[in-house]
């Protein structure tokens, strides 16, 4: 038998339809939009700028603090209780820690650059929408970085490798799913964010990740292009 | 044999290939690995002989040596003032860079600068720390009193002076309002309630129209149209 056919009708490497727009939040510094089929996130960049508490201040170099936070109304099933969960503080900890590897802070010791990541409405890969929101609006804000950062989920449903799950495929009960996010510098194939939910052989998740690697190069014509477009001479 | 990959003027994003070979040199903004030339940030190429740099487009103030800027009063020191420079770094004014005034030990500092004040000052100094001392001895370096303080992108503010100030010179004859633009992208004003509105609005336009060229001319004819009167540079 086998997942013959997508929930949704798309093919095995096809994501969900993408729109990415740089510039949104008039008053932070940098801010970035990205849509991942129902998966929408904001990402506002504010600073470098003073950091309190005193004690977190590294003498050495500015510090990345993210914050990833789902909307109450946001998800397709329960309201989100409002406020940070365990779920929350885990993401934005790997989210600071896949988009750490591109920047340079050396130029603003003790100092922050913050960055808030808003998603109004979501349904599967939101961890990957954001980190793709969040590196489009740090270039926006001027930072000093050595590559953008693309995210997209990869993973396999029953028998077969598929690009982007959606909602439906990460639940699915016909046979065993595994849900891989991954972030990579498109330019280097470096990869800074690799987590997996469920089971996969060594072979499969080869496949998987090379399949990832296609997408991300995708995604990242896109980030380009929207980040270009804000600054285009009219 | 290298190859340049983009052209004067264009915008390119982080990690973006701006040349690959060793004829060329990576300036600011951009860095080598091995044979090609990345850009490190977001900005404008910009091409001077073999050199390729970036002009950053965005990004917030960061303090440097020489700079004029226009800051505000946050707290009083036992020596001095601590300003806020629209930067992630406050300022310190000690008081021998303040005045040429004998002040006593323990004397009450707020007489001269109170919190809240807005000031025009010149970095002196910047260490690797980014800690910052300026000074207010120096031409055009004083005090500012009433007026309006708002910011404006720091990246352009170049573009707001104009070669040799002609810009800033330009908004200050058209409608005699008194304007400081300070490097820090704060600048304050000070004018007749109606033609402060209208600088305001004309920087907006300089802000939105910085990548254009003969940018004072079309100013020119803004301004006039605005005031109704004829305007010189």
Known sequence: ?234 | MSELLVKDKDIVVPGEVLAVGMDHLPGKGTYREDEKILAGQLGLVSIDGRAIKLIPMSGRYIPKTGDTIVCKVTDILMTGWRLDTNSAYSAVLSMKDATSDYIQRGADLTQYFNLGEWLVCKIVNVTSQKLVDVTMKGPGLRNLKGGRVFSVNTNKVPRIIGKQGSMVSMLKNATGCRITVGQNGWVWIDGEADKEVIVVEAIRKIEEESHTSGLTDKMKEYLEKVTGQKVTE
């Open chain 1, 1 to 234: 038998m086998g997942y013959n056919k997508r929930i949704d009708g798309r093919k095995n490497d096809e994501m969900r339809k993408i729109e990415a727009k740089v510039g949104v939040i008039k008053r932070a510094e940098g801010s970035a939009y990205f849509r991942i089929g129902n998966t929408w996130a904001y990402a506002a960049v504010y600073g470098p700028r003073e950091l309190f508490p005193k004690f977190k201040q590294n003498p050495g170099t500015g510090i990345l603090r993210c914050s990833y936070n789902m909307m109450p109304f946001s998800s397709s099933h329960d309201r989100v209780r409002p406020g940070g969960s365990r779920r929350s503080k885990e993401i934005s900890m790997v989210t600071e820690k896949a988009l750490s590897p591109v920047l340079d802070l050396s130029q603003y010791p003790n100092s922050v650059v913050d960055v808030f990541i808003e998603l109004p409405e979501t349904e599967a890969g939101s961890r990957c929408a954001g980190i793709t929101a969040a590196a489009m609006a740090l270039a926006d804000a001027g930072i000093a970085m050595k590559d953008l950062v693309a995210a997209v989920s990869v993973g396999r449903v029953d028998d077969k490798i598929v690009v982007d799950l959606d909602y439906s495929e990460e639940a699915y009960e016909g046979g065993p799913v595994a849900d891989i996010p991954v972030a990579m510098m498109p330019n280097s194939g470096e990869i800074t964010l690799l987590q997996m939910d469920g089971l996969i052989s060594k072979e499969k998740l080869k496949e998987a990740l090379g399949m990832a690697k296609k997408a991300l190069k995708e995604i990242n014509e896109i980030q380009k292009a929207a980040l270009k477009d804000k600054y285009k001479v009219v």
